[in-house]
């Protein structure tokens, strides 16, 4: 009987040591999973993070690059990002990490979709049929960026470190990923300045350009700077703006923007020929009441180095 209970023992122990054997194998698989998840997910967002800077630094800074080439610049940069979203389709989501994955599609989808239009539209933007509307929307494509930037840092990197951190896994949390390095380039107007840099782009024409805030006047009373002007509001509250086109070319789409007690509306003014000017009145909705000061923007034109003549501030009363 005593043999048999040793030998009963024994197995006994020689199983809990297996079983505990084939957990700590598993244990560490998944650990070794987890981390290998976390450290590819570390090396697509490293290589993202050069595209980022690689496109914006060539938009930034064309340095002479023709359309040509600019445009084969901006596709290679959209096929690098599609790859890129290619990759992380395929990592799978080992452990805890499903919903963690299923984000990090969703910021590489927005991501790759974005360059794509991106390039989709440069050619168009850098022509002269159909660029502004292509302009706007390569901006709305930053948006785009904005967004999968804000759920990478709000949502994935966060549940991924936390994967990481509840399984005891600690030196392999994932970095920052920032794609848009500037919420300037959301402006359209930011990426017709940059576009229009460009050797040979429609964006810009050859010659002088320059746009100069003629005169303003609300309700029809004309403003002056550096004094109040009072007028009536009951009827509503409407701001003619006169631009001149100063340049040595006929300018399209240009966009003035009024500003009062923090909201900003914008007018266009569709052309304005070279040495002509045009008005624009643009309603101010709400009403502002009592004193308030109003500003006035020209947006500057691709092309436009001068714009110290392209705004002003003027004390406006409202009874």
Not at 131 to 143: R, T
Not at 284 to 299: D, Q, Y
Request: with cysteine; proline share 3%.
């Amino acid at each position: 009987m005593l043999r048999r209970a040793l030998a009963l023992g024994g197995g006994l122990l020689l199983l809990i040591l297996i079983v505990l054997g084939i957990k700590g194998c598993l244990d560490a698989r998944a650990e070794s999973e987890l981390s290998d998840y976390a450290d590819k997910v570390a090396e697509i967002t490293e290589e993202t993070e050069q595209t980022s800077k690689d496109f914006f630094s060539h938009l930034e800074n064309p340095s002479g690059l023709s359309v040509t080439e600019f445009t084969a610049k901006v596709s290679a940069d959209a096929s690098a990002m599609d790859n890129y979203a290619s990759r992380v389709d395929s990592l799978g989501a080992p452990g805890d990490m499903k919903r963690a994955q299923s984000n990090l599609e969703l910021v590489y989808e927005l991501r790759s979709s974005a360059m794509t239009e991106t390039a989709e539209k440069m050619s168009t933007a850098l022509g002269d049929a159909g660029a502004e509307k292509a302009m706007a929307a390569i901006a709305k494509q930053m948006q785009k960026l904005l967004a999968s930037d804000v759920v990478y840092e709000q949502v994935v990197r966060p549940e991924i470190d936390g994967v990481l951190a509840s399984n005891g896994i600690s030196g392999h949390d994932v970095p920052q990923s920032s794609f848009l390095p500037d919420e300037k380039w959301l402006e359209a107007s930011t990426v017709s300045s940059a576009l229009g840099a460009i050797s040979g782009g429609g964006a810009e024409t050859s010659g002088i350009h320059g746009l100069g805030l003629m005169g303003v006047s609300v309700n029809g009373s004309e403003l002056v700077e550096g004094g109040a002007t009072t007028v009536a509001g009951e009827e509503g509250v409407e701001v003619e703006v006169t631009v001149a086109n100063q340049g040595e070319s006929t300018e399209n789409g240009v966009t003035v923007v009024v500003s009062v007690e923090g909201n900003s509306i914008k007018g266009e003014i569709e052309e304005i020929g070279a040495g002509e000017e045009a008005a624009v009145t643009i309603p101010l909705t709400p009403a502002p009441k009592g004193e308030v000061a109003l500003e006035v923007e020209v947006e500057p034109v691709p092309g436009e180095h001068i714009t110290e003549n392209n705004e002003a501030t003027y004390t406006l009363l409202v009874e």
